[in-house]
């Protein structure tokens, strides 16, 4: 909103919060989104017609035109006394969904098309823009280059096959090979194989880092699985810088960077809007994010991890024990009690992690890490992926993956292959921790969950 000082002229528009009828003077708050503060409008009587003052409702958009003046009431150091008022687009105001009673964040949900209009999320995506400039901020300054990664693809870069499929067959008649067994026919479909929205960028950002070396992607991604929890997206950012000539080492360092450059940034330009989710949302959310941005993150192998957590004493939801994933409750006790730091945790065994991670010498651990902070747990992982090519092609019989599919992936260790390295950041998990949001679906425009595709 306008921020000029008192005895400017000025026009303003935007969409009207509340108004307030006082004798002789009409009070109108306006926002046009960009900045949590709203506007105030003075309207004397009779400076308008009456016919438009009706009209002048919550919701309606209307352009404002007078004087920005020194304001003596609360909220606000100045005001604009208003010549001229003009309702651009009327808003009935016993059908809008927006009154100025609060609403909760399930309600506004329902009305997705409406609530980036509300205090909160309007925000939460002005952090959210902050951020996605931050993440390019960053790695431009460092000479990564942007990679679009490919949305379509026929590659499962995790393993797990929770892939959207996607065809132009028809889906109740597809052609069918008689000498495959009556199988559908693939060759038929658009790209004469089976092809899927992509889980990850990380495979194509690994053919660029060994021509570019530093480079990195932001892209969507998707996700088939049926899993319906404050936590999950079927499509969701994500941020995937890879770097060739790079160890478990250098990777950490990256990422550690990365994190407190992020909240740092959110932190400097955002403020109003953290202050306000600090006050509804979250009351510890301004102190743990200086927490983090000031820290030195504490270093340690998944094995000792696990060895604090056994002698901890406590009753675990989901016992501890070595060769197991670390859950939520186990990261947040290293990094809340034990460090009061983010974590990073390295050398994971390999049979919980991806095909693509490097070996270790013991033949039982990859070169793995997860980047554990305070308040949520993982938030970045990451490794040092697998160049030897003798070692890859066997980690890909292991895991059952058809080595045709990989066929390129496999080049790139034949031919100039290096050590490199790289993570992975959720962008709507970081946008979780760095506004205190307890539920996915409130950070991102527009949430795809299972039965769930407004828009």
Same mark, same amino acid.
């Given at each position: 909103?306008?921020?000029?000082?008192?005895?400017?002229?000025?026009?303003?528009?935007?969409?009207?919060?509340?108004?307030?009828?006082?004798?002789?003077?009409?009070?109108?708050?306006?926002?046009?989104?960009?900045?949590?503060?709203?506007?105030?409008?003075?309207?004397?009587?009779?400076?308008?017609?009456?016919?438009?003052?009706?009209?002048?409702?919550?919701?309606?958009?209307?352009?404002?035109?007078?004087?920005?003046?020194?304001?003596?009431?609360?909220?606000?150091?100045?005001?604009?006394?208003?010549?001229?008022?003009?309702?651009?687009?009327?808003?009935?105001?016993?059908?809008?969904?927006?009154?100025?009673?609060?609403?909760?964040?399930?309600?506004?949900?329902?009305?997705?098309?409406?609530?980036?209009?509300?205090?909160?999320?309007?925000?939460?995506?002005?952090?959210?823009?902050?951020?996605?400039?931050?993440?390019?901020? %960053? +790695?431009?300054? /460092?000479?990564?280059?942007?990679?679009? !990664?490919?949305?379509?693809?026929?590659?499962?870069? *995790?393993? $797990?096959?929770?892939?959207?499929?996607?065809?132009?067959?028809?889906?109740?008649?597809?052609?069918?090979?008689?000498?495959?067994?009556?199988?559908?026919?693939?060759?038929?479909?658009?790209?004469?194989?089976?092809?899927?929205?992509?889980?990850?960028?990380?495979?194509?950002?690994?053919?660029?880092?060994?021509?570019?070396?530093?480079?990195?992607?932001?892209?969507?991604?998707?996700?088939?699985?049926?899993?319906?929890?404050?936590?999950?997206?079927?499509?969701?950012?994500?941020?995937?810088?890879?770097?060739?000539?790079?160890?478990?080492?250098?990777?950490?360092?990256?990422?550690?960077?990365?994190?407190?450059?992020?909240?740092?940034?959110?932190?400097?330009?955002?403020?109003?809007?953290?202050? %306000? +989710?600090?006050? /509804?949302?979250?009351?510890?959310?301004? !102190?743990?994010?200086?927490?983090?941005?000031?820290? *030195?993150? $504490?270093?340690?192998?998944?094995?000792?991890?696990?060895?604090?957590?056994?002698?901890?004493?406590?009753?675990?939801?989901?016992?501890?024990?070595?060769?197991?994933?670390?859950?939520?409750?186990?990261?947040?006790?290293?990094?809340?009690?034990?460090?009061?730091?983010?974590?990073?945790?390295?050398?994971?065994?390999?049979?919980?992690?991806?095909?693509?991670?490097?070996?270790?010498?013991?033949?039982?651990?990859?070169?793995?890490?997860?980047?554990?902070?305070?308040?949520?747990?993982?938030?970045?992982?990451?490794?040092?992926?697998?160049?030897?090519?003798?070692?890859?092609?066997?980690?890909?019989?292991?895991?059952?993956?058809?080595?045709?599919?990989?066929?390129?992936?496999?080049?790139?260790?034949? +031919?100039?292959?290096?050590?490199?390295?790289?993570?992975?950041?959720?962008?709507?998990?970081?946008?979780?921790?760095?506004?205190?949001?307890?539920?996915?679906?409130?950070?991102?425009?527009?949430?795809?969950?299972?039965?769930?595709?407004?828009?």
């Amino acid at each position: 909103m306008l921020a000029l000082p008192p005895g400017t002229k000025a026009t303003a528009h935007g969409w009207i919060k509340t108004r307030r009828d006082s004798k002789g003077v009409h009070f109108i708050q306006i926002n046009d989104g960009s900045s949590f503060p709203d506007l105030q409008i003075v309207l004397e009587a009779g400076k308008t017609v009456e016919e438009t003052l009706a009209k002048a409702t919550t919701g309606a958009a209307v352009r404002v035109s007078g004087e920005m003046v020194e304001s003596p009431g609360k909220g606000q150091a100045v005001e604009l006394r208003a010549e001229t008022l003009e309702v651009i687009g009327a808003s009935p105001p016993e059908t809008y969904p927006l009154q100025k009673k609060r609403h909760n964040l399930e309600t506004l949900r329902e009305f997705g098309h409406f609530r980036p209009r509300s205090n909160t999320f309007g925000a939460v995506f002005r952090v959210r823009n902050a951020l996605a400039y931050a993440i390019h901020k %960053f +790695f431009q300054e /460092r000479g990564f280059l942007y990679v679009h !990664a490919p949305i379509l693809t026929t590659s499962d870069a *995790e393993g $797990a096959g929770a892939m959207f499929q996607v065809t132009t067959l028809d889906v109740a008649n597809p052609p069918r090979s008689p000498e495959n067994g009556g199988r559908i026919d693939y060759t038929k479909d658009f790209f004469s194989k089976p092809a899927y929205l992509t889980v990850s960028g990380q495979l194509e950002a690994e053919i660029f880092a060994l021509a570019f070396t530093n480079v990195y992607t932001f892209g969507p991604t998707f996700r088939a699985e049926n899993s319906n929890t404050p936590r999950h997206l079927a499509e969701f950012w994500m941020i995937e810088p890879e770097m060739a000539f790079c160890d478990l080492e250098g990777n950490q360092q990256l990422a550690e960077e990365f994190l407190k450059y992020l909240i740092s940034y959110v932190m400097e330009h955002c403020r109003p809007d953290l202050e %306000f +989710f600090n006050q /509804r949302y979250e009351p510890s959310l301004l !102190a743990t994010l200086e927490n983090v941005a000031g820290s *030195e993150f $504490a270093r340690l192998p998944y094995t000792q991890a696990v060895e604090i957590l056994e002698k901890s004493g406590r009753q675990w939801e989901f016992p501890v024990s070595w060769g197991s994933d670390l859950q939520s409750e186990h990261e947040r006790y290293l990094t809340e009690e034990i460090f009061k730091r983010p974590v990073i945790v390295t050398d994971y065994p390999a049979r919980i992690k991806a095909f693509y991670m490097r070996s270790n010498d013991d033949g039982k651990t990859v070169r793995a890490m997860d980047v554990l902070a305070p308040g949520i747990g993982e938030i970045i992982g990451g490794s040092q992926r697998e160049e030897r090519l003798d070692v890859l092609l066997e980690k890909l019989r292991e895991h059952r993956l058809p080595e045709e599919n990989y066929w390129w992936y496999l080049d790139l260790r034949r +031919f100039g292959g290096v050590p490199h390295s790289g993570f992975g950041l959720g962008f709507e998990r970081m946008m979780m921790y760095v506004t205190g949001m307890k539920n996915i679906r409130d950070v991102i425009p527009f949430p795809r969950t299972p039965g769930h595709a407004e828009f």
